[in-house]
């Protein structure tokens, strides 16, 4: 036979062989360099040669014809033993692993190497494993490939098939509002990719009941349709887009008891530290320094707050304190009550639970004056029989005092001007001479219903009798 006519052959056997293995690949040894031997042999090589695959639980087929399938993948994570790959060869070979989608899927990794790559002596096996996304849930397809590190070409791809549930919320809070009111809220899923929000369930101690019909866009929800007093046990979970839609786990539990009973209200208040007559009297001495006593019923916890509120027209100030657990006696210091306008003052008293129910308001009233008297006017009178006096006009029912400071102190002398404003002070009597006078000096001052003094008015005048 010709050297032509062999090659030629050679070439008609490789096309024959295209022609029926369709797009298997042919090895670098496919022909061999001896024309002259009895028979030409041609190889071609194919992943099995190399390695075999045993799968696993989530996982059918062999080396060529694998089909992973990982079913309902609760929370995102790592699957291990999803199959094995065994180096079938005589000598050491490098096993890599690549993820081709879907994007549910995070990567695959050799579990003796925790990487995509696994080096096998002859006969050696490795677990592979596949860890899902944490942030992309719903149904996936796609493709993992098996391949002979260093080759272009000796691989294979398995289809891969996952539904993936959203990573659930990881915290949780439920907090008890007015009116029996239940306020949520919630740390985000981790899980953005697919996405269709979260739905809220809620059990009473038996079974759990959803309380959204579509997913909720936000972290927060409120629950109105409780009963006052009952406990109740909230979960939160993500849910994906699609068809079906997928859950994630539970978020953490929490427990909260519905409270829609407002507090007893106050059975006393009081201005404690008022001024003027009566002791009932905002003045410009505590305006700014105020106390107000409240008696409060047995029946007050101690995570109550109290609140006492001034108020005057459109101008109201408060201050709040703790209440004590089982009522008494509190005193509220410090209120500023400057910036009401004089006039009628409400004083009120509320208490408010932990839940923010507010009991009714219990209320006094007091007087607001803080403007003083203008100064008195003063006239000496120099009495040979009786006491001296001294005499003038002030502000309608205020009280007069008036202080002798020369030639020694004496007082305070005292009256109270008249509707009038005309008031006589009776002082000590003083004598002098004609031909040595005696100076006095008194300070007069007016002081009116409220407490508010008046400057002084300093009164000298020389008595010669």
Known sequence: MSRRRVLLGAIAATAALLVAGGT??????????????????LTADRLANHFSVAPGPDATGDVDTLEVDLGLVTSPGTVEGVFTVTNVSGQSRTATLEVLGPGQVASAAFTDSGTETAVLAAGASSAVSVTTSPTVAG?????????????????RDYGLTLDAAPSAPGSLDAVAKPAGRVDLTWAASATTGNL????????????????????LGGTSYADTATTDGVQYTYAVRAVSTGSPSLESLDSPHATVRADATAPVLPSAV?????????????????????????????????????TVTLSNGAEAVSKEVPAPGGGG?????????????DGSVTIAATVADAAGNTSAPKTTTASKD???????????????????????????????????????PSGPYTDTA???????????????????????????????????????????YAVTR
Not at 139 to 155: E, F, I, K, N
Not at 287 to 304: I, R, W
């Open 24 to 41: 298997a690949r042919l090895s670098s040894a496919a022909f061999t360099a001896d024309l002259t031997a009895a028979g030409n042999v």
């Open 139 to 155: 149904s996936g397809t796609g493709v993992l490939r098996l391949r002979l590190d260093g080759s272009a070409w000796l691989y």
């Open 196 to 215: 269709a929000g979260y739905h809220v369930y809620r059990s009473a101690g038996a079974a759990w009941t959803r309380l959204t019909t579509t997913p």
């Open 270 to 306: 009081q201005l404690a530290n008022g001024g003027g007559q009566g002791g009932g009297w905002i003045n410009a001495a505590n305006a700014s320094t105020l106390s107000v006593s409240v008696t409060l019923p047995g029946s007050s916890a101690a995570t109550d707050v109290l």
């Open 329 to 341: 006696i509190v005193t509220v210091t410090g209120l500023d009550a400057s910036p009401l306008s």
């Open 370 to 408: 803080t403007v003083a008297p203008n100064e008195p006017t003063a006239s000496y009178v120099d009495e040979r029989n009786t006491a001296d006096a001294i005499t003038g006009t002030a502000e309608a029912n205020a009280t007069i005092t008036a202080d002798q400071t020369e030639p020694a």
């Open 418 to 460: 008249a509707g009038s404003g005309a008031y006589t002070v009776a002082v000590a009597n003083t004598k002098g001479t004609p031909g040595k006078p005696v100076t006095v000096t008194y300070l007069i001052t007016a002081r009116d219903a409220a407490g508010n003094t008046s400057a002084a008015t300093t009164l000298v």
